[in-house]
């Protein structure tokens, strides 16, 4: 079987990650969603592709995204996750770190601006995935939920916000010299398909990168 490259979705839960890999599929009517988890404490890893796909699609939780979870099995799925990215961050070409535009300012105040002892889980994540050399691409989705001001606000205060943990967020294709210390994010939305050519244009770059 030829080997293909694998594409990370990670996020939390009612971002839009399931609409955004039907978005990138060939076939979306044959997705039935959800397709790298299942019930239970463990975490069950179930790639998505199809033959005409050059890569594979996985699509992963975030840290401490489970609805209402004990403790203990939150703390359970996150090390799960940590032992496979460890195990197999270098099978991934890319990685889609999904944020829903309409939250991420609520987390960023309660454990940042409120609580400067604790950590953003968005954040922790972000540096997480960077240790491991995986290149990201932060996606903003539901830019459709919200009026054009508070986009721009809410961008501005994220922005600012991950400067402080020695993270650079730029816009897409604003990387200065393709600077490996920055963060490139895209405004978008899975609805509306706003940006979607972009998303993938992107997605076939660093592919094409990563065969080179």
Known sequence: MKY???LLIIGNSNVGKSSITRLLLPNPRKFKGKAGK??????MIKSIEFPQM??????LP????????SRRREEHLKKQLIIHIE???SEYFLGLV?????????????YHIQNTTTIPLTIELIQFLREYGLPLLVIL???????VFDRKRIISSMINTIYDYGIHLNQVDEEKNKDQSLVPFLEFSALKKINLD?????????????RS
């Open 4 to 6: 293909k490259p694998s």
């Open 54 to 59: 050059p890569y594979k699609i996985v699509d």
């Open 87 to 89: 195990k197999h961050h």
């Open 38 to 43: 299942q019930p239970g404490s463990t975490l």
């Open 198 to 210: 972009i998303l993938k244009r992107k997605i076939n770059e660093h592919l094409q990168f990563g």
């Open 141 to 147: 989705n539901k830019i459709d939920k919200v009026s």
């Open 98 to 110: 999904v944020l829903n535009i309409t939250r991420i300012e609520d987390e960023l105040i309660k």
């Open 62 to 69: 975030g840290f401490g995204y489970m609805k209402s979870p």
